[in-house]
C-alpha cells in the first residue's frame, strides 16, 4: 500500500547549491554537474521506487527462512539484487580499478538514500558488502584486494561483518572465538557469532566474511583481537570457488524488523581465514568498515523517517476527517482533509524539517569524507570522526522518532499491518542499536572524540558556526537561533570540561543529551546554509519560487521549533551527576 | 523469558500515605486500611504474575484466529480469563447489587495495573467489559441494568464498544451504519464497523456490543448518533440465552502488537439493538465508556514501562560489559553489569521516575473519580475531565518512549523477539492511537477542557499546585522546580488566551506541546506530593529508610531531568501557528 519517490530535487538542491560540488576542488567534483547528478539519482530513484520498494512489504511478510543450512530470502529479493548488481550501484564510489566507477563518496550516499528508503533489509546486503569491499581496500594486500575486491564491488559476492558473540557485544574485549594459526599460515578460525546481517543467503555464490578473533597467546582483551576474511567458499589461485568452508549458519533470529534481511547465528568450526591488516590491530581494521556503516545507519534513521513521511503525506491529503476550524476547506466533501489541523501540521513539519536538515548533514558528511580521502585533508577526517556518532545516534533516535509521528498520522490504520506504516517503525527500531547502541555513540563522543587531537576538531566545528553567523547576519532567524544553539553547546562543553575531571560521570551522564544537542546544532547549520542558498536563488530571480520559499519557511520551523531543544538538554546537562548515579544499584 | 512482579509496594505507599485513602472522608474509603489494601493487591498481582504474564508472550506468538465465524483466543488465555472471573476481579469497583465488590475506583485502578501490564492483550477482554458495565450503568434503564449487568460484572459476558468505520474514526458525524426501528420498538442495526477490540471469541458465553448508529430521519453529524446495545445472543425474559443476532465477525486485524486480543471487522445486518440512553444523545452515553476507556487506556502506558523497566533493571544487572569509569566494581567477574554505566543509568532513572510519577497520578485521578461518583463533588468531576485527555495523551507518548528506551537496554537482544522486549514496545505502540489518537487528546484539552466551566477547573488545578508550594516551603528541591514549570503551563495558557481568539490555530498549533507541559506539570506535582510523604517517614524515624531515600532520590531526577522541559514546550508554544501553518498543503 505504500510507495516511495527518489527525492533527487532536494539532492539536486543540497549538491548544486549548497555543497556546490561542481565548483568543489576534490578530485572528482568537477564532474558531478547538475545534468550528471541528476541522470543518476534519476536512475537509482527509478529503481528503488520501481522495483526495491514494491518488495519491500514483501519481504517483511515472507522474511527468511533456514532449512538444511540453506538460507532464502523473500520472493523476488534476488531478481532485484541482480538488476542492482547490472547497474553497477553497489561499485558508484569504488575505485575502477576494481569495476567501480570511482564517483565521490557525496555521490554514493545520495544514492544509497534511496536504496536504504525504499527497501532497508535488502540494501543491507549490498550495504555490507561495500563496507567489506572498504575495509579490504584500506587494510587488503594486493593479493587480497585482487582476490576479492572485483566480485565485492560488484556484488557477485556480498560481505558481512562479525562482532558480537552471545556474552559480548560492545565490550569486544570479551571475545572468544579463537584463531590458531595453520602450517600454511593461513589460520584456522572457531567460536560463534551472532547477529550477524546478511550472514547466509541465496542471493551470491559467496560470503566474504570479516570476523573478528583472539590468536591465543596475544595480548589481554580489545588488543588481542585480530581481523580476518573468512570466505564461505575458499577462492582459488585462478580466482575460481574452491572448496566450502567450515562455517555455517546455525538459526536465523526473529526479529521485530528487516524480516527481508537474514540475521544469522554463524559458527565457525575451524573455518580457514586470512589475517586483514596486522595481528592484534583488528579493531583498527574492522573500524573502517565501522565507520562506514555508521554513516550508512545514520542514512537508515533518514530513510525510513523519508519513505514513512511521504506517505503520511498522501494519507494526509486523501483522509477526510473534521473541519478546518479557520473555515471549511473541501465544502464539496463530507470533510476536510486531514492536512487542514494544526496538530498534524505540526507532526508533518517535525517531519519535514528533520528529513531536509539530515539529508543536507549526511551530504556534509560524505564530502567531509571525500577531502579526506581524496585530498588527504586530515582535518576534515577528524571532524567527521567527531561527527560520525552523531550522525549515527541522533538521525537514527530523530529517525525512529518521526517514522513513529508518520504512522501516527494514520490514526488506527498505522497499527494495521495492511497499510505499511507499522513495518516502517518497526524496520527504523534496528537502526538505534546496531553498530554501537546510541548510548555507545554518545560515549564515544563526550569520552573519545570530544577531546581527540586536544579538542580541535570541536573547536573547528564552532567556528565554521561563528563564520557562518558572522559572514551572513541578513539572515537573523536563522543566525539568531543557530548562534543560541552553538552557544549552548559550548556551554555543555565547557560544563565537561570543568566537572568531568573531579568526577567523569559528569560528563557521562550527559552523553546523550550532549549527542542530541550536537545534532540539533548541526541540522541547524544545514538550515542556515540550506536558508542561505534558498534565499539567494530567490535573489537571483529563480522562476521556481515555490521550492525556495518552502525551503526557507521549512527551515523557519526547525530553527522555532526544534533547534530550542539545546536549551532542554543544557539544564539536563549542568544538572550533573549526581540524581542520576546516586541510588544504589539495589534500588532499581 | 520476561516477568512481572505487581508493585504493590509502591502502591500501598500512594494509598496510605500520599492519598491517605483510609483517613479520607470519602464512602468507602475507611475500609481502605493498609492491611485489606495490602491483602487485595497482593492477590491481583500473584494472578497478574503467575498467570497473566507468562501467557503475554504466547499470546504474542499464536495470536488470534478466526475460522467459519469463530475466533479463537491464544492457548491459556481462557484458562487465565477463568481465574479472572472466579476471583471476582472484573467487579472490584462495581455495586453489590450485581455481583460486585463496591471498592473504590482507586482500588480499582490499582489492581488494574497489574493486569495491564502483565498482559495487556488479555486484559482488554475484561477492560472493555467494565467500561460497557459502566455505561449500562449510568445510562441503562433498571431492566436494561437487569438483564445486561450481573452478567457483565462477574465477565460470564464481556462488551466491546463500536464507533470506527472504513472511513471515520475521530469524525463520528460521518457515520453510516444505520438504525431502523422495529415493530416491538427493538432496532435494526445495519453497517460495518472497524477496529473493534475482543469483538469476537471463545472466552465468554455471550458478547454485549455498545454500538453508535443513525436513526434515518435523525439529526445530521454527531448529533444524529445513538447508541445501542446489540448482544451476540439475544436475552430471554428469564435471562437464558435466545436467538443468535445477525452480526457476525467479518475478519480480524494483523497489527504491530497485542495479537492475543481479537481487533475485528463486526458486520451488522440488521441485528436486533436497543436504545441506551436516549436517541441521537449516543455520544453522551458513549462518553461514560469512552471517558473510562482513556483513563484505562493511560493506563497501558504506565503498565508497558512498567514491566519494560522491571526486565531492563534484571538485564542491567545480570549483563557484564565494560568497566565502570570511576573504578571496577565487579574484580572477580570479566566485566561490570551494565547498571554502573552513566547513560544506562540515566535511561533506567527517566524510566523509575516516569512510572513512579504516572502511577501516582493515575490513582490521584481515580481517587476524583470516586470525588464525583460517591460524593457528588462536581469539582472533582470538572477536574477530572480536564485531567482525562493528558492522562490519556501524555502516559501513552511518554509510556511508549520509556518502553522504547527500556528495550534499548538490551542491545541487540531487545530486537530480536525470543527476550520478549519487542513485544513490550509493540503493544504499548497502541495506546498513542486508540480511544482517540493523541493528537486528539491534545484538541479536546486546549479546544475544550481548558475553557469548560469558564476556566475554573484548570484555575483549580493551579491553586492546587499553588497550595502545595505555599506550604512546604521545606521542600526547595521540588517546589522550586514545580513553581517554574507551574509558571510555564500559565504562561502557555495566557498565550493561547491572547492569540487564540485572533487565531485558533495559534492555539491549536500549541496542542500537542501543551499537553505533554501540563502532563509534566501533573507529575511534578505527584513527586511533590511524594516526596512530602517520604520527608515525613523519615522524620518520623521510619525503619525502612532505604525506601524512603529511594523516593526522594527518584524524585530530584524527576525535578533535574524531565521537569524542566516544560520550557521548550513553551517556547514552541510562543513561537506560534504561522511556522507551523504557513506551507501550502502542495509544499508537502
Known amino acids: 500500500m505504500t510507495s516511495y519517490i527518489a527525492p533527487t530535487k532536494d539532492q539536486q538542491f543540497l549538491l548544486q547549491e549548497v555543497l556546490k560540488v561542481s565548483a568543489s576542488d576534490i578530485p572528482g567534483y568537477a564532474e ?104 579490504i581496500l584500506a587494510h587488503g594486500t594486493e593479493a587480497q584486494k585482487d582476490t576479492y575486491l572485483p566480485n565485492l564491488v560488484s556484488c557477485e559476492w556480498t560481505g558481512t561483518m562479525n562482532l558480537t558473540e552471545p556474552h559480548c557485544g560492545t565490550d569486544l574485549g570479551l571475545m572468544r572465538t579463537k584463531a590458531e594459526v595453520n602450517k600454511n599460515g593461513s589460520f584456522a578460525v572457531t567460536g560463534q557469532k551472532i547477529f550477524i546481517s546478511s550472514g547466509e543467503h541465496d ?76 595481528t592484534h590491530k583488528g579493531m583498527r581494521a574492522m573500524f573502517t568498515m565501522m565507520n562506514e556503516a555508521r554513516l550508512g545507519v545514520g542514512m537508515q534513521g533518514l530513510g525510513q523517517a523519508s519513505i514513512a513521511y511521504q506517505n503520511a503525506v498522501i494519507y494526509a491529503k486523501d483522509r477526510l476527517q473534521g473541519r478546518d476550524v479557520t473555515g471549511i476547506k473541501n465544502p464539496d466533501g463530507p470533510a476536510d482533509p486531514l492536512i487542514v489541523h494544526p496538530d498534524i501540521r505540526r507532526s508533518l513539519m517535525d517531519q519535514k524539517s528533520f528529513i531536509e536538515g539530515a539529508r543536507a548533514f549526511i551530504l556534509w558528511g560524505s564530502s567531509l569524507f571525500d577531502q579526506s580521502q581524496r585530498q588527504g585533508d586530515t582535518n576534515a577526517d577528524g571532524l567527521l570522526s567527531l561527527l560520525t556518532p552523531v550522525v549515527k545516534g541522533f538521525l537514527t533516535d530523530q529517525g525512529y522518532a518521526m517514522t513513529v509521528q508518520a504512522q501516527q498520522v494514520y490514526g488506527g490504520h498505522g497499527y494495521i499491518e495492511e497499510w505499511g506504516m507499522s513495518q516502517f517503525t518497526r524496520d527504523a527500531r534496528i537502526a538505534m542499536i546496531y553498530e554501537g547502541a546510541n548510548g555507545v555513540q554518545a560515549l564515544d563522543l563526550v ?121 532542554l538538554h543544557l539544564a539536563r546537562i549542568t544538572s550533573g551527576a549526581k540524581s542520576v548515579m546516586e541510588l544504589d544499584a539495589s534500588a532499581f
Chains 1, 2 share one sequence.
Open 203 to 278: 542471493m551470491a555464490e559467496n560470503i566474504i566474511h570479516l570476523v573478528l578473533a583472539k590468536i591465543p597467546g596475544g595480548p589481554d582483551g580489545i588488543k588481542g583481537v585480530t581481523l580476518f576474511i573468512v570466505p564461505k567458499f575458499l577462492v582459488n589461485e585462478d580466482g575460481s570457488l574452491g572448496v566450502r568452508n567450515n562455517l555455517s549458519c546455525g538459526a536465523i533470529e526473529e526479529k521485530m524488523g528487516i524480516h527481508g534481511n537474514s540475521t544469522c547465528v554463524m559458527n565457525y568450526d575451524g573455518a580457514t581465514g586470512y589475517v586483514l591488516g596486522e
Open 32 to 135: 558531478l554537474d547538475p545534468d550528471f547528478t541528476a541522470a543518476v539519482l534519476g536512475e537509482s530513484g527509478r529503481l528503488a521506487s520501481e522495483v526495491m520498494a514494491p518488495l519491500n512489504a514483501v519481504g517483511d511478510k515472507e522474511g527468511c527462512s533456514l532449512e538444511n543450512g540453506v538460507v532464502r530470502t523473500p520472493t523476488g529479493f534476488k531478481k532485484a539484487f541482480d538488476q542492482l548488481k547490472e547497474g553497477g550501484w553497489a561499485g558508484v564510489d569504488m575505485p575502477e580499478q576494481y569495476g567501480g566507477q570511482n564517483m565521490p563518496a557525496v555521490m554514493g550516499s545520495a544514492v544509497n538514500e534511496h536504496f536504504l528508503a525504499a527497501n532497508q533489509a535488502l540494501s543491507m546486503y549490498h550495504g555490507l558488502t561495500h563496507g567489506a569491499a572498504s575495509a
Open 447 to 567: 569520552g573519545r572524540k570530544l577531546g581527540q587531537d586536544g579538542g580541535k576538531h570541536a573547536i573547528a566545528f564552532f567556528e565554521i558556526v561563528k563564520d557562518f553567523c558572522k559572514n551572513n547576519p541578513e539572515l537573523p532567524e536563522f543566525v539568531e537561533p543557530l548562534k543560541q544553539a552553538s552557544k549552548d553547546l559550548q556551554a555543555a562543553m565547557m560544563y565537561f570540561m570543568q566537572n568531568g575531571i573531579k568526577d567523569p560521570n559528569n560528563a557521562l551522564a550527559g552523553s546523550n543529551d550532549f549527542m542530541h544537542m550536537f545534532g540539533h546544532v548541526c541540522l541547524g547549520l544545514m538550515w542556515a546554509q540550506m536558508a542561505k542558498a534558498a534565499q539567494s536563488a530567490l535573489d537571483n530571480g529563480t522562476a521556481d519560487t515555490e521550492f525556495y520559499e518552502t525551503k526557507l519557511g521549512t527551515g523557519r520551523y526547525y530553527m522555532a521549533r526544534q533547534l530550542p531543544a539545546t536549551g
